[in-house]
């Protein structure tokens, strides 16, 4: 559903980068829920997150921001949320308490205690303080932690998907981390069999693979293997 280029002013804007996982997340929504949107591509290697426009859309300079005619969003929790609110077709968040609240958990664990921990920013500062022979070892630690945890807190869940046979907002979280995981940081994922099973059955999903970061427009001609 990404268009690049010229639109009309109604359609959605989503400011993305190719290789973001927290972009990765809401291009899956968005897909999920079928709704167009221009594609709006922002090289972070070049620090274009940093220039005076886009910081207009999110002061920090994280991508992804969200523009929906006069309402613009930052952070791809908030947008999720929003999206789902506004555009409940194909809800991401079961009806069940219990399961809406694993959802959050599930979500929790990727962007809070993982993925934060391998932005850009950070793995700079671990290359130029502690030395760039540390930086893929400082990744690992903390996805096999984050995965470790995730194994635990979806073992009683998980049917085809994280927390059942629906996908749900946990997926939108957990796949972009295991994409990573295995393409960016060498992760051994035999150490997680459900998070493997899991990352199988979202390769069947027209959605999810759409939203692939080697599937988007400004994505690196040598990323795709």
């Not at 005076?52 to 523009?67: E, M, Q, T």
């Not at 609110?85 to 959802?103: I, R, W």
């Not at 809070?112 to 303080?129: D, G």
Request: with cysteine; hydrophobic share 40%.
């Amino acid at each position: 559903m990404a268009e690049s280029g010229e639109s009309n002013k109604n359609k959605l804007k989503l400011y993305s980068y190719w290789r973001s996982s927290c972009s990765q997340r809401v291009r899956i929504a968005l897909n999920l829920k079928g709704l167009e949107y221009e594609y709006i591509p922002v090289n972070l290697l070049k620090g274009e997150h940093f220039s005076p426009d886009f910081l207009k859309l999110n002061p920090l300079g994280y991508v992804p921001a969200l523009v929906d005619g006069e309402i613009v969003i930052s952070d791809s929790f908030a947008i999720l949320m929003y999206l789902e609110e506004k555009y409940p077709q194909h809800p991401l968040l079961p009806s069940d308490l219990q399961k809406k609240a694993l959802n959050y958990q599930a979500a929790n664990v990727v962007c809070s205690s993982i993925q934060p921990l391998q932005n850009l920013a950070v793995l700079k500062y671990i290359k130029e303080k502690v030395g760039p022979d540390e930086v893929i070892p400082w990744v690992q630690s903390h996805i096999n932690k984050g995965f470790a945890a995730l194994e635990k807190l979806l073992k009683d869940s998980a049917g085809k998907y994280a927390t059942g046979n629906e996908v749900s907002m946990a997926d939108l979280f957990i796949e972009p981390q295991i994409h990573g995981a295995i393409k960016r940081f060498n992760v051994d994922m035999t150490q997680f069999p459900l998070l493997s099973r899991l990352h199988e059955a979202y390769s069947e999903l027209p959605a999810f693979q759409n939203a692939m970061p080697e599937n988007q427009p400004d994505a690196s001609p040598s990323s795709v293997t």
